[in-house]
């Protein structure tokens, strides 16, 4: 199954899908969000994604983190200027929208595709309305058990949507090694035939933070959702995942050099590896001089490299043949030299 976001496809056979993932690194300031998208339009992702909500709608005053949404909310007058800056700059925006009001700003200003966060997983209401946009869906199952991914993929299914990417990982602060849980995408893909993808949250200044998301395309993960910030250094809000931009451009890069090794699985020889048989394959050659008329046995016949001739699994056609001239030794044995 694949899935057409803008002009790009998703799923199985397809070039992974990388999103840089901007969440709250922007502070709550627009001017930090611009400064995000721009740096994200040079690292070569195919899309960024954005965090819209309401903090109202998205947490109760008794909430711990209640204060912290009112600070980093954005309006949407602000929404509408960082989106129309990211058309400027050419740059798709992925909306991650967490209520109704923040799915509408969402599709007015364009957004490619919704994300519907793992908060929202069982909120028939939520995921109806972000189905009827019609738009493709990532949803996040971090943190989710099988039944509810599957009342989620049944609801949006129900309202006139089958445009579904599931997003395998959830966001531990960072997450632990042992929690990333790679084999589960393609317990995911197996059990509900859907693309799957990986919402990378390990620890920025470890190298696996590289490495992981990288092992993820092996097991299946066709979309990789990287963090970025301007500066990890700095400590600001979803550093502890987050990439720098020039970290995240090489991150980019090797997720393409993998794909290539990766290769499509089917088993076409390539110019090189044809090189590779011509210098490295034996082949059958005298073992000794063989005169001309003389009786080819299994003892005067050797199996060596020697750039071409018959392979040692046709010994039965010359063995018992006699050669119609002198054959030398260690020259290829060929049926046009044998009776």
């Not at 602000?78 to 990211?86: D, I, L, N, R």
């Not at 995942?241 to 290539?260: A, M």
């Amino acid at each position: 199954m694949k899935i057409k976001i803008s002009r790009k496809f998703i799923g199985e056979n397809q070039r992974v899908y990388i999103i840089g993932e901007i969440a709250s690194a922007h502070e709550g300031k627009i001017s930090i969000l611009k400064k995000l998208i721009k740096a994200g339009s040079k690292t070569g992702v195919d899309a960024l994604k954005v965090q819209i909500f309401k903090a109202d709608e998205l947490v109760a005053k008794s909430h711990p983190k209640h204060k912290s949404f009112h600070e980093i909310e954005l309006t949407e007058e602000e929404w509408k200027e960082a989106f129309s800056y990211a058309k400027e700059l050419n740059v798709k925006l992925i909306a991650d929208v967490f209520d109704l009001p923040s799915l509408n700003i969402a599709k007015k200003l364009g957004a490619i595709a919704f994300k519907i966060h793992s908060t929202n997983l069982t909120n028939p209401y939520m995921l109806k309305a972000v189905a009827k946009k019609k738009k493709p869906i990532f949803l996040g199952v971090g943190g989710s058990t099988l039944n509810e991914i599957g009342y989620a993929i049944s609801e949006i299914r129900k309202n006139g949507n089958s445009k579904i990417i599931l997003m395998h990982g959830f966001q531990g602060n960072p997450t632990k090694i042992e929690n990333t849980n790679l084999k589960a995408i393609k317990t995911l893909r197996e059990k509900f035939n859907l693309p799957v993808g990986i919402s990378d949250h390990v620890d920025a200044d470890s190298e696996l933070a590289f490495i992981v998301p990288l092992v993820a395309i092996g097991f299946g993960a066709c979309v990789i959702e990287k963090h970025f910030t301007l500066d990890r250094s700095k400590k600001g809000r979803d550093y502890y995942s987050s990439l720098n931009p020039k970290e995240l451009e090489r991150f980019v890069k090797l997720v393409r050099e993998v794909e290539r090794a990766i290769g499509t699985g089917k088993i076409v020889l390539s110019k090189q590896e044809k090189g590779y048989r011509k210098i490295m394959k034996k082949s059958i050659v005298a073992r000794e001089d063989i005169d001309k008329n003389e009786k080819i046995t299994l003892k005067k016949i050797a199996f060596k490299r020697a750039m071409h001739g018959l392979s040692p699994k046709d010994a039965n056609r010359v063995i018992g043949k006699r050669a119609k001239k002198k054959i030398k030794k260690d020259q290829p044995i060929t049926l046009g030299l044998v009776r």
